[in-house]
């Protein structure tokens, strides 16, 4: 059971992150049915400690097994999505593929394991031109710092 919890309007999730980084590019995915990106992850399931839930999740999302390299951020976000409050604690840990996933040329890719997801390499110079959420990450990102953090964020994707 995913630990997410649903009372009335509102809903608490606990979410793992990737942050996967090859050749100069970071691997993001949105919804088919999204404009804005994230970092690919998931759900953290009741009993699973965080580093299980990201390797199980890049298994289930990309058939990639991975390396935890180490832990870097935790955000607590709140924001209105689909007319509910969310709060959301996300942790974002650095990784390393132990099998190889290709940057498809810079071009969106699919793949079987997560048909409704969308994955993209995207260049780091470039992610100012992408809506990525929490944006909070977006400019870490851009800045390169990728030390251990906490962030507080309310109101990213308002009333989408």
Same mark, same amino acid.
């Given at each position: 059971?995913?630990?997410v919890f649903?009372?009335?309007h509102?809903?608490?999730?606990?979410r793992?992150?990737a942050v996967?980084? +090859?050749?100069? /590019?970071?691997?993001?995915?949105r919804s !088919?049915?999204?404009?804005?990106?994230? %970092? *690919?992850?998931?759900?953290?399931?009741?009993?699973e400690?965080?580093?299980?839930?990201?390797?199980?999740?890049?298994?289930?999302e990309?058939?990639?097994?991975?390396?935890?390299d180490?832990?870097?951020?935790?955000?607590?976000?709140?924001?209105?999505?689909?007319? +509910?409050?969310? /709060?959301?604690?996300?942790?974002y840990? !650095?990784?390393?593929?132990?099998n190889? %996933? *290709?940057l498809?040329?810079?071009k969106?890719?699919?793949?079987?394991e997560?048909?409704?997801l969308?994955?993209?390499?995207?260049?780091?110079?470039?992610l100012?031109?992408y809506?990525?959420y929490?944006?909070?990450?977006?400019?870490?990102?851009?800045?390169?710092l990728?030390?251990p953090?906490?962030?507080?964020?309310?109101?990213?994707?308002?009333?989408?």
């Amino acid at each position: 059971m995913d630990a997410v919890f649903h009372v009335e309007h509102q809903v608490f999730n606990y979410r793992v992150a990737a942050v996967m980084i +090859k050749d100069g /590019h970071v691997l993001l995915h949105r919804s !088919k049915k999204e404009t804005h990106w994230s %970092l *690919p992850g998931g759900r953290v399931k009741l009993g699973e400690d965080a580093k299980a839930s990201l390797q199980r999740e890049m298994l289930e999302e990309l058939a990639l097994q991975i390396e935890v390299d180490r832990y870097l951020w935790t955000v607590e976000n709140f924001f209105t999505y689909a007319e +509910k409050e969310i /709060h959301e604690v996300g942790l974002y840990f !650095k990784i390393t593929a132990k099998n190889a %996933l *290709p940057l498809h040329a810079g071009k969106e890719f699919t793949v079987l394991e997560a048909e409704r997801l969308v994955f993209k390499w995207i260049p780091l110079n470039h992610l100012h031109e992408y809506v990525i959420y929490p944006e909070v990450i977006k400019n870490k990102l851009v800045s390169n710092l990728l030390e251990p953090d906490y962030f507080l964020v309310n109101g990213d994707l308002q009333n989408i």
